[in-house]
């Protein structure tokens, strides 16, 4: 099993900047991929970020290519997201997940591939 804890959400103005952190324990000892995921009211689950375990691979959903980054600490079993240029878009609740047993270069992009998740946190983007 692997527990997570995500933070770092809140209410902020187009145009501000955010940073999500993610903590994860437990089951960690194993190589392993995370992502950031995305749910809007009435709208399916979605990637926006994921990262692979050696952190040389990353992958960013079009809309939010640019503006946000994903970086992990594998000492501090930590993931981040770093964004930027926040839109009324953007609100969601933001999850962090993780892919066990993962090579050191690969990247997951559907919500399916991962399993284990945060409990999320929401991030509002008011206009």
């Known amino acids: 099993q692997v527990q997570l804890v995500e933070s770092g959400g809140g209410l902020v103005q187009a145009g501000d900047s955010l940073r999500l952190s993610c903590a994860a324990s437990?089951?960690?000892?194993?190589?392993?991929?995370m992502g950031w995921l995305r749910q809007a009211p009435g709208k399916e689950r979605e990637v926006v970020a994921a990262?692979?375990?050696?952190?040389?691979?990353?992958y960013y959903a079009d809309s939010v290519k640019g503006r946000f980054t994903i970086s992990r600490d594998n000492a501090k079993n930590t993931v981040y997201l770093q964004m930027n240029s926040l839109k009324p878009e953007d609100t969601a609740v933001y999850y962090c997940?993780?892919?066990?047993?993962?090579?050191?270069?690969?990247?997951?992009?559907?919500?399916?591939?991962?399993?284990?998740w945060g409990q999320g946190t929401q991030v509002t983007v008011s206009s």
């Open positions: 997940a993780v892919r066990t047993y993962s090579s050191d270069t690969s990247i997951y992009t559907l919500p399916r591939e991962y399993a284990y």
């Open positions: 437990g089951r960690t000892c194993r190589r392993y991929a």
């Open positions: 990262i692979s375990w050696s952190g040389g691979s990353t």
